[in-house]
T-cell receptor, first 114, second 113 residues
Framework: DTGVSQDPRHKITKRGQNVTFRCDPI?????LYWYRQTLGQGPEFLTY????????KSRLLSDRFSAERPKGSFSTLEIQRTEQGDSAMYLC????????????FGQGTRLTVV | QQQVKQSPQSLIVQKGGISIINCAYE??????FPWYQQFPGKGPALLIA?????SEKKEGRFTISFNKSAKQFSLHIMDSQPGDSATYFC????????????FGKGTHLIIQP
């Protein structure tokens, strides 16, 4: 399977704990995006990388959220001091740098904060 | 502030019928308009997309109609099948894609056998 891969698929954590999610994009895709999707809503854009550079991060929900893409390949999204309101599906998408902005999504990580 | 408004919220269509979902956008800087299909517990899957230099695009049973002056676009699913039952999202983005896709709230489509 050469699609976007996310790990873990599900994460249950206690309030106040830190969590980290991983995304492996399609190998030749330079662009990588993180989104959050809550129940009954469309995905909400969080942040964008072009290779290893994080070019847009103003839409991260709070300073508890951070993302990295250290070598321009896989990316991680970390949430510190989780709150119940952070419970959602976290989606990663990738796209090639040329041409249009066709984005391909992974299966997501379902986070539940208890 | 919702930049992409999608309707209806839910839709029931008989097998073989035409499913129509509508979206309207506000930002005239948007220049790419995809539709995504999502099944429960899965990520969104790109279905079909259009740019504003054309008024219609067809791929198999799926057609996008685009009206630039009205800032509206719609998805038509011809000969709807039970396997098409899913949530559909319209989206829009600006040139370059650096600020990602702006999604509508989704339409829950049910195709009755």
């Amino acid at each position: 399977d050469t699609g976007v891969s996310q790990d873990p698929r599900h994460k249950i954590t206690k309030r106040g704990q830190n969590v980290t999610f991983r995304c492996d994009p399609i190998s030749e895709h330079n662009r990588l995006y993180w989104y959050r999707q809550t129940l009954g809503q469309g995905p909400e854009f969080l942040t964008y990388f072009q290779n290893e550079a994080q070019l847009e991060k103003s839409r991260l929900l709070s300073d508890r959220f951070s993302a990295e893409r250290p070598k321009g390949s896989f990316s991680t999204l970390e949430i510190q001091r989780t709150e119940q309101g952070d419970s959602a599906m976290y989606l990663c998408a990738s796209s090639p740098i040329q041409g249009n902005t066709e984005a391909f999504f992974g299966q997501g990580t379902r986070l539940t904060v208890v | 502030q919702q930049q992409v408004k999608q309707s209806p919220q839910s839709l029931i269509v008989q097998k073989g019928g035409i499913s129509i979902i509508n979206c309207a956008y506000e930002n005239t800087a948007f220049d790419y308009f995809p539709w995504y299909q999502q099944f429960p517990g899965k990520g969104p899957a790109l279905l079909i997309a259009i740019r504003p230099d054309v008024s219609e695009k067809k791929e198999g049973r799926f057609t996008i109609s685009f009206n630039k002056s009205a800032k509206q676009f719609s998805l038509h699913i011809m000969d709807s099948q039970p396997g098409d039952s899913a949530t559909y999202f319209c989206a829009a983005s600006r040139r370059g894609g650096a600020d990602g896709l702006t999604f509508g709230k989704g339409t829950h489509l049910i195709i009755q056998p």
